[in-house]
């Protein structure tokens, strides 16, 4: 399959184009789901499924009104006639107990619907009576279910008045009986099954008699004068039911041959009166030798579904189920099928009963009114599973033959199938849901049923709330008790998709001990790591935020099992058992202790440095939930705690947005817990702010360009310090070591920045946070930044003089880098923890500030404004310059900070409350400390592991989208791929026609600001031109005529304000790997890894001058860099850092402007320095090949990959284009169509990666491209 995907696109491209296939298998960079999507959970779906109030019908009246033996005056019977009731013959015995037994028998078929409710029979009723019965129930059944069963056979047909009729005490008279009465009596929630002729007439009564008790409550409640406020309040009829056997103006069919009572048979006898039924029809034919009394002699019982009439019964109760679940609304099949078990029984056979008096020109009625069902096609289903059946019956009974059991439930599933199989995208719910729910109860089916059930449930949230709402949930619960091995990956797959939509079942799963499944399932070590992976899903959720399950989970050896798999191979296994980790112990101490225990934060500092970004970030949001307990602290916890913050500060170099988020919310925690020790920090550096004279950076030169530089003098540089050499600490002897080693200083008092970008770039530099009462700012963006800058000249670590306060010195570094860091949603979060406690300080009363800062809050910033000079951009660009102050300052006494701030120290206890300001605290200061911290909770949070569920509630065995050959995505990529090979083909014919002149301007653009960079998209005609302000981005049309003036889209990203006589930030991009080179005003060359997100190496360049150029080749590992000394150092990654340097050509005397490696296996080294040399190097020779010398002068210069051009830009107002001999080929000096405006002095240019198109960047604002003649193109 992989060959054919990859050879689709080649359809149609000639032989030789088979080498444009290696752009086909490029990888893509920061395409991932944490690029592409937004980090926070999936919306909650509104979920109806569970029942709120369910309820049970727990007593049942049977009112029988047949005065066996004298026909009612309103009914002329048929001779014969239908006479069985309760399938007996009233007139076989003598009246009276022909009466007790219909009644005993009616009982009996109730029973096997609901066997657990009080029946009371009234044979032959008087009002009273009824009245006496109906309200005993009532009173008995409290706010529970009553029904009320009617058989009127014997008495009048109802009137229109809302009467049915009974007998007086001598039956010698029918007595009529109100249904308003009867409501009242019955109150509600109620059921009414009436089985009378014209019985639709009671359903209607029923309705206009509930319309006026609701009229009377509303006047009642309006007017307490009114006469109808001083009587009782009538019950509401909202939750009743009615059962009618006919329409208001229809009569009981007479047929002889079925019972007079057909409408209680259907609903209590439905097997028997269909099968009954069906001999009935003249499709029997087909089946020789049933009759009406073979059926009777059907073996089984039909509560045992391996009996034929068991099976006949299982399956009536699916297709029933099908028929209501596909047709009902979904509440009102909530309300009738699954809220109470004999309510639902009654409704399924009511759907009978309609079928079969259908049949009989009768139509039953129910209240709610249900659509017509009785041509539904399951119905036929039913008749050929009966066919089926009654054919085997005579074999059966006369010869013994084995009962060959129904293909039914197998058919069905066959057609779920084929609906997930072959179905479109969008289409209807399967009709076969409710059988699979069925089917799980067979031992036969139930794997296949599962499988099927698990792949419908991939479909999606939707499909997941469809089987919840058709009542799957306690089907699966109760599987989580089988001991079937075969049964667990299955169950896995379906508990993870459903908890992955509704994670309220948790509580569920607890009660019924369903943890303990996933426990064990967790810890078999033959699980596939799939599985295993959904388990800790399914784990984390059930003790999230659930403290019962956390309880549970710690008893069942949760910790352990997780621990154990911290370091298996699967990735998103490594990351789920994090997740589980973090979550069992978020404010659950006991868990906490249990993974001290077991060492539980030093197994997890290794998935710190995991080569996955999305397992880092769980190990990291497991530290943060560890430290962040809110128990009482202990010294022993408190050196934990400073360990497991030690080590997350390592990884605020870490390439991944993703993970420094989730680290500034691990530290927030420490925040919180030692929120008095921070708050003594931050009023330290808030004063040394104030005070400390910081020196202003140097001011940019206006619109000077890249300096000449005639020497190998160039600025001091910075190194950049590592965190490789912490490591996890025990002891605070070993704490404190690891502390100076992790010292953000430098002996020369040079700054260090962590994090690349400007600092005064983030657009949180707007972004601060007050107080939780309100918004006023309380620490602005140039505040931190200049507190940031300030750590770096002072060393603070000896300010407290208490070792473990040093800790908290370092992560407000660690803070404060943080809140400066290029990626908005870091620096916002950053920002908010540092004002969190900056309002801590500026709310701290007088007797509790240092003493020598009585009033710290001026030391505040309350309004940011911009900055007017540059600080430092990056660990990778330009330094801060050494402040001019005394080394006296720089270094204050330890003896003397010691003593001046020991007073202040020793009013907070080690082991202090979480939120104890310290002496004399008063009540309201505790309130307020406990707003304060639900207020941090609130606004300093991820939605990393919301988002790292949205994975198990979305698709995962649907083929991706980029495999799937007939998918967008894919055709989008195949006509990418042939733009590609078409752009590139065309652009080679015309480099092969030869070019001669580079001239002909075809696109001018004024620039916002001075052009620094320009670059050509590869293959779509459009440049992105880059200021010290934004990034523009200019679309154009690309013809056979080339480019023409398109649309400028300016795009506000703040750039670095002045390169400070550095070269800035240089990089350089290997797609084939997807590695990033990056250099600078730095002494090493970095390379990051952009799938992994974090560094692979760091190579010296063994100078003391800046990197101007990088160049890479990824099929040889070499890298090779233009130094401002003017040497070119080639690098081979794959040796040690010591030997990796493999040559150093020093011919150039002074700065390099452009260094480039040739891509092919031979390709050689061409560089060209300020002073216009231009010199051709073989990697393996110790000296240039070749030499050229060009105007000198040179700003920028660039080479055309794939044609033998290189174009220079000169401070002299020109650009020059040379071929690979160093020949002239034409100089640049006017612009087109502005009667020979001469251009400014060149700043950047750049060749087009294919095309002869070279763009031009110059000091005067514009941006022009060039190309080869009209003719040509």
């Not at 949760?558 to 404010?587: F, K, S, T």
């Not at 794959?1134 to 260094?1155: D, F, G, N, Q």
Request: aromatic share 8%.
């Amino acid at each position: 399959m992989e060959s054919e995907m990859l050879q689709s696109p080649l359809l149609g491209l000639g032989e030789e184009d088979e080498s444009d296939l290696t752009d086909w298998n490029l990888p893509l960079a920061f395409m991932k789901k944490r690029h592409c999507e937004k980090i926070e959970g999936s919306k909650s779906l509104a979920q109806s499924w569970r029942m709120k109030d369910r309820m049970k019908t727990v007593s049942v009246a049977l009112v029988l009104c047949l005065n066996v033996g004298v026909d009612p005056p309103d009914v002329v019977k048929t001779t014969p006639c239908a006479r069985l009731e309760c399938w007996i013959d009233p007139l076989s015995m003598g009246p009276q107990k022909a009466l007790e037994t219909i009644g005993a028998n009616l009982q009996k078929q109730y029973e096997n619907w609901q066997p657990r409710a009080r029946y009371k029979q009234s044979l032959d009723p008087t009002v009273d009576e009824v009245k006496k019965l109906c309200t005993s129930l009532r009173r008995n059944a409290k706010e529970e279910r009553v029904l009320f069963h009617y058989n009127g056979h014997g008495v009048p047909r109802p009137t229109v008045n809302g009467e049915i009729w009974v007998f007086n005490k001598n039956y010698t008279q029918y007595i009529p009986l109100s249904i308003y009465d009867l409501q009242t009596w019955m109150g509600s929630p109620s059921i009414f099954v009436y089985d009378c002729s014209n019985a639709g007439l009671i359903v209607k009564s029923f309705k206009q008699f509930a319309l006026q008790r609701e009229q009377e409550l509303e006047v009642a409640a309006i007017n307490p004068n009114h006469p109808l406020a001083q009587m009782p309040l009538p019950p509401s009829m909202k939750n009743c039911i009615q059962l009618a056997a006919c329409e208001a103006n229809e009569l009981l069919p007479m047929i002889p041959d079925l019972p007079a009572d057909l409408f209680t048979s259907c609903l209590t006898t439905p097997i028997k009166i269909a099968l009954r039924w069906f001999c009935m029809q003249k499709s029997v034919r087909l089946v020789p030798g049933v009759t009406l009394d073979l059926i009777e002699k059907i073996p089984g019982r039909l509560n045992d579904r391996r009996t034929p009439l068991g099976e006949l019964n299982w399956i009536f109760t699916a297709i029933t189920d099908t028929i209501a679940w596909n047709v009902l609304p979904r509440d009102l099949f909530q309300k009738l099928f699954r809220q109470d078990l004999l309510v639902a029984s009654l409704f399924r056979n009511f759907l009978l009963a309609e079928r079969i008096m259908r049949s009989y020109n009768c139509t039953p009625v129910s209240s709610p009114r249900l659509p017509p069902t009785y041509m539904h096609a399951m119905w036929q289903a039913w008749d050929l599973a009966v066919d089926i059946c009654l054919s085997q019956l005579p074999t059966i009974i006369e010869e013994g033959t084995a009962f060959r059991h129904s293909p039914f439930f197998a058919e069905q599933l066959t057609a779920f199938q084929v609906w997930l199989t072959m179905g479109v995208e969008n289409r209807n719910p399967p009709e076969q849901l409710p059988i699979v729910l069925q089917v799980l109860l067979s031992q036969v089916h139930r794997l296949r049923a599962l499988d099927l059930l698990g792949r419908f449930l991939d479909l999606g949230p939707w499909a997941v709330s469809l089987a919840l709402s058709v009542g799957i949930f306690p089907y699966v619960l109760k599987l989580l008790q089988s001991s079937a091995r075969e049964l667990r990956p299955l169950l896995v797959f379906i508990w993870a998709k459903i908890l992955a939509v509704d994670s309220s079942c948790q509580a569920d799963l607890v009660k019924d001990n369903g943890h303990k499944y996933f426990l064990s399932v967790l810890a078999d070590p033959y699980m596939p790591a799939e599985h295993r992976t959904m388990t800790a899903f399914i784990l984390a959720v059930i003790v999230n935020n659930y403290n019962t399950g956390q309880e549970a989970c710690l008893q069942g050896n949760l910790i352990a099992i997780c621990l154990e798999q911290l370091n298996d191979p699967h990735p998103l296994l490594r990351q789920w058992v994090a997740i589980c980790l973090g979550r069992i112990w978020q404010n659950f101490d006991s868990a906490r202790w249990c993974g001290v225990r077991d060492s539980a934060h030093e197994k997890l500092y290794s998935l710190l440095s995991d080569p996955i970004p999305e397992v880092r970030c769980a190990a990291v949001f497991a530290l943060g939930t560890f430290v962040g307990n809110s128990a009482e602290r202990t010294d022993h916890s408190t050196t934990i705690d400073h360990n497991v913050a030690m080590m997350l500060a390592q990884l605020i170099n870490d390439g991944s947005p993703m993970v420094r988020k989730e680290l500034v919310v691990a530290l927030s925690h420490l925040v919180v817990q030692y929120e008095s020790n921070f708050c003594t920090v931050a009023l330290q550096f808030i004063e040394e702010e104030k005070n400390y004279p910081l020196p202003s950076p140097a001011a940019p030169e206006g619109g000077s360009l890249t300096p000449v530089r005639d020497g190998p003098c160039t600025p001091r540089l910075r190194s950049v310090s590592s965190y490789g050499n912490i490591r996890a600490v025990t002891s605070a002897r070993s704490l404190n070591k690891s502390l100076q080693n992790l010292s953000l200083t430098e002996e020369t008092g040079s700054s260090v920045a962590f994090s690349p970008g400007n600092l005064s770039t983030s657009s949180s530099a707007s972004s601060t946070l007050g107080s939780p009462e309100n918004e006023e700012y309380i620490l602005s963006f140039e505040t931190i930044d200049k507190m940031r800058r300030v750590s770096s000249y002072s060393s603070l670590n000896s300010l407290i003089g208490v070792s473990f306060n040093s800790v908290y010195t370092q992560i407000w570094r660690v803070l404060l880098h943080l809140a400066a860091d290029p990626y908005p949603d870091v620096s916002d979060l950053a920002m908010k923890v540092l004002n969190s406690i900056a309002y801590k300080v500026s709310a701290c009363p007088a007797h509790l500030c240092l003493p020598r800062y009585p009033k710290p809050v001026h030391a505040l910033s309350l309004r940011g404004s911009p900055p007017t000079t540059s600080t430092s951009s990056s660990s990778l660009t330009n330094e801060v310059p050494k402040p001019a102050v005394s080394r006296e300052l720089q270094r204050p006494s330890v003896t003397n900070v010691g003593v001046q701030y020991t007073p202040h120290s020793h009013q907070f206890p080690r082991t202090r409350k979480m939120f104890d300001k310290g002496p004399e605290q008063t009540a309201d200061d505790a309130d307020d400390a406990v707003g304060h911290k639900s207020f941090i909770s609130a606004a300093v949070q991820t939605g990393f592991c919301d988002w790292s569920a949205k994975y198990f509630a979305q698709p995962v065995m649907k083929i991706p989208e980029e495999h799937d050959l007939e998918s967008q995505i894919r055709k989008e990529r195949e006509w990418r791929f042939l733009r590609n090979a078409r752009v590139r083909k065309q652009a080679q014919k015309i480099i092969q026609k030869g070019i001669s002149r580079l001239d002909d301007q075809i696109f001018l653009n004024r620039n916002p600001g001075v052009p620094s960079v320009v670059k050509f998209h590869p293959f779509t005609p459009c440049i992105a031109v880059a200021d010290k302000d934004s990034i523009c981005w200019c679309f154009c049309s690309l013809s056979g005529a080339g480019f023409c003036s398109g649309l400028a889209r300016r795009v506000s990203i703040y750039l670095d304000r002045s390169k400070q006589g550095g070269a800035g930030m240089v990089v350089d991009w290997e797609q084939e790997t997807g590695l990033l080179m990056t250099s600078g005003d730095v002494r090493i060359i970095r390379i990051w890894d952009t799938d992994r997100e974090m560094k692979v190496q760091d190579i010296p360049t063994g100078a003391d001058s800046c990197v101007t150029s990088l160049s890479c080749d990824s099929h040889r590992s070499l890298i090779v860099a233009g130094l401002g000394d003017g040497s070119i150092r080639v690098f081979d990654r794959r040796m040690a850092l010591s030997e990796c340097r493999v040559m150093t050509y020093r011919e150039h005397t002074a700065w390099v402007v452009k260094a480039y490696l040739q891509k092919h296996p031979e390709g050689n080294i061409m560089s060209v320095s300020v002073n216009g040399d231009v010199r051709f190097f073989d990697p393996r020779m110790p000296e240039s090949m070749k030499v050229l010398q060009i105007v000198k002068g040179l700003t920028a210069l660039d080479i055309h990959p794939q044609a033998n051009l290189f174009a220079c830009g000169s401070m002299n107002q020109f650009t020059a284009i040379y071929n690979g001999n160093g020949e002239l080929i034409n100089n640049i000096k006017y612009y087109d169509g502005f009667m020979g405006q001469r251009v400014g002095a060149i700043s950047c240019l750049a060749f087009h990666p294919h095309w002869p198109h070279l763009a031009v960047g110059s000091n005067d604002f514009y941006i022009s491209v060039y190309s080869v003649e009209k003719r040509i193109r």
